[in-house]
């Protein structure tokens, strides 16, 4: 009978303590994402063609947010990838 491991294979979540840093770039990246998609609209009047029809003047509309989309998100891939490295978070004193 074959045994399980206790190991977990889930994804590093970066050095103790700096979860709430952590926890807000999160935040601020789906903040950002929530934006964009907010954006996408469908035409009020369409043709009788339907949105097939209209989909050539919203091609670069779209492309556009595919591109900032995939930016976005290679930067919190960076920015998470980042924060797994970090050696922690100092307190700062006030005088």
């Given at each position: 009978m074959a045994t399980?491991?206790?190991?977990?294979?889930?994804?590093?979540?970066?050095?103790?303590?700096n979860e709430r840093t952590?926890?807000?770039s999160d935040a601020v990246f789906a903040i950002a994402i929530t934006l964009l998609v907010l954006e996408l609209r469908v035409p009020e009047h369409l043709?009788?063609?339907g949105?097939?029809?209209v989909l050539p003047e919203l091609l670069p509309t779209f492309a556009a947010?595919?591109?900032t989309f995939v930016v976005v998100g290679v930067?919190?891939?960076?920015?998470?990838?980042?924060?797994?490295?970090?050696s922690g978070t100092?307190?700062?004193?006030?005088?």
């Open positions: 399980r491991s206790n190991q977990s294979t889930a994804a590093p979540v970066g050095v103790p303590g952590n926890a807000f043709p009788e063609t949105l097939v029809g947010f595919v591109l930067y919190w891939v960076a920015s998470t990838t980042c924060s797994c490295t970090c100092t307190e700062s004193s006030s005088g």
